[in-house]
């Protein structure tokens, strides 16, 4: 739809969409959101971008569908992203079968059509760094999802506590949930941001609110996969040459920073008195995350601790579950987004009910207006 003077607005779209969401009203999730994303060695114009977004709707079965096309120039990377309905005229559900398959196959066939650079696998990324969380701004649910996103698909971690440390680096932090609905167990994750200090604040967001690929069970199978091929890929002799150095300088201010300038983050676990329990290791060089017995006995938190920690008397034992963070402030780019992020919604994944509320964070309760009542 257009106004009298040609112009089309976002009220013009949704007037567009209006009557295909009236006729069905049981769809669970009714509007697509697609993203398509050229090299950026591919210099393309606007014409150009909205002649394969039009072609790349026909052939997925959605080119007779009102839909809007825009252009993002937010990074290094050109990109378009496509808003469409799954519901037809008739009220039908637009079939979606295999839906991720063919979209991968259709990118495959506009690339060679229009002889753009091809990408396969690991180089779907972009070479843009990730960026750490801030709490004071707005759009948290974004900001987070920026940071989870690529950090699940691109590093390789073998543990919860391994994630998790890999998130403190970018002011994120990430929390299981488990609960019985109807008699069946539902496991769930809720990430949030975190201060200066590394402390959690603001409302938590359910990992289905950000996608599957961030949810528990993708991490779990992440946790599988990084085992496997950790197994079958020992860490480089370089990693430990790089950590070995860093543990002859005198001070931990000198260890971080040495480790630092090799694209290296060692996470140190201490407790109140400064007794440092464990360390995690994130290379970015290798896109690893390990603890530091993973590499051998002179790389643990003990030999780090008799260097730059306290030492530990009866009293300063470790409470259990206790993983402050201490060099959340040592942070080194290396962390790639995703290029292609299609299909990504997800349903909540408790059948009945929601979290409980107190897992996300307080909600700030809207004040109703005083006034004379009318009677």
Known sequence: METPDGKVGIAE????????????????KPVIHLSLNPHPDDELSDEQME??????????????????IFRHDDNARPHIHIVSLRIDEQGRKLRDYKEWERS????????????????????????????????TKGD??????????????NYRFQSFKEFRALLGLFNVTVEEVHKVVDGKRCDGLVYAATDENGKRTGVGIKSSDIGKSVGYRA?????????????????????REHIRTALCRDTREGFLHELAGKGI????????????????????????????????????????????????SVSDKPASGQEPP????????????????????ESCPYPSEDIPRNVYGKKKKRKGRKGPRIN
């Open 13 to 28: 779209c949704m007037r567009s969409f209006e009557p295909y969401l009236a006729v069905n009203r049981r769809t669970e």
């Open 51 to 68: 002649a394969i977004g039009r072609e790349y709707m026909d052939r997925l079965g959605y080119g007779d569908q009102p839909y809007v």
């Open 104 to 135: 991968a196959d259709i990118c495959r066939e506009l690339e060679r059509k229009y002889g753009l650079l091809q990408s396969r696998g690991e180089e779907y990324r972009i070479s843009r760094p990730m960026t750490a969380v801030d709490h």
């Open 140 to 153: 948290l649910k974004h900001q987070i999802a920026g940071v989870v996103k690529p950090a699940v698909q």
């Open 219 to 239: 991490l779990q199978k992440r946790f599988s996969q990084s085992r496997a091929w950790m197994k079958k890929h020992p860490l480089p002799e370089k990693t």
């Open 265 to 312: 983050v060692p996470v140190l676990w201490e407790n109140g008195a400064g007794v440092i329990y464990g360390v995690t290791y994130i290379d970015h060089n290798t896109k690893a995350v390990f603890k530091g017995s993973a590499l051998g006995k002179e790389f643990s938190a003990s030999v780090i601790n008799r260097k730059y920690g306290t030492l530990p």
């Open 326 to 345: 201490v060099n959340t402030d040592t942070r080194e780019a290396g962390l790639a987004e995703g290029l292609l992020d299609l299909f990504s919604m």
